[in-house]
């Protein structure tokens, strides 16, 4: 299975058990990007968090070369559920320089759009499986 794979599938773990929208996202970016639930969560987020998907399978373009997609995007999300789109979206370009035409910042924009769209109920929790699959994995178009 390849990390965008296995970021679907983790997903559909974390939703069966969340006990919210919130819960969903902040154990997504634990269980994908090593960002802590707690007060060191912003730590964690400084310093890009923990590969715990290493692999590949993002399609192209959100495909960076690296082993890191599954982190990157898992880590954006829970940014965005706790800073809100706009923060997150500076500290990306910014800090983090992933200019939004660039394979990163194309994968953030998704995260963004994705935590976007859960804490509104707009995308239920239970589809977010088939949303990554759709919307990141292999050689399917972004949406």
Do not use: Y
Request: charge should be neutral.
């Amino acid at each position: 299975m390849d990390a965008c794979a296995e970021l679907a599938a983790l997903a559909g773990r974390v939703g069966a058990e969340a006990s919210s929208p919130r819960d969903f996202l902040l154990t997504l970016g634990t269980e994908a990007a090593g960002i802590r639930r707690g007060p060191l969560w912003m730590l964690d987020a400084a310093l890009a968090g923990r590969n715990r998907l290493p692999g590949r399978g993002f399609a192209p373009p959100f495909d960076d070369g690296s082993n890191g997609q599954a982190r990157h995007f898992a880590g954006t999300a829970v940014s965005a559920a706790r800073l809100g789109a706009s923060v997150t979206r500076w500290v990306s370009v910014r800090l983090r320089r992933d200019p939004l035409d660039s394979a990163d910042g194309r994968l953030g924009e998704k995260a963004i759009t994705f935590a976007g769209l859960v804490l509104t109920g707009e995308l239920p929790v239970s589809d977010t499986p088939g949303w990554i699959a759709e919307n990141l994995c292999g050689e399917h178009p972004p949406a």
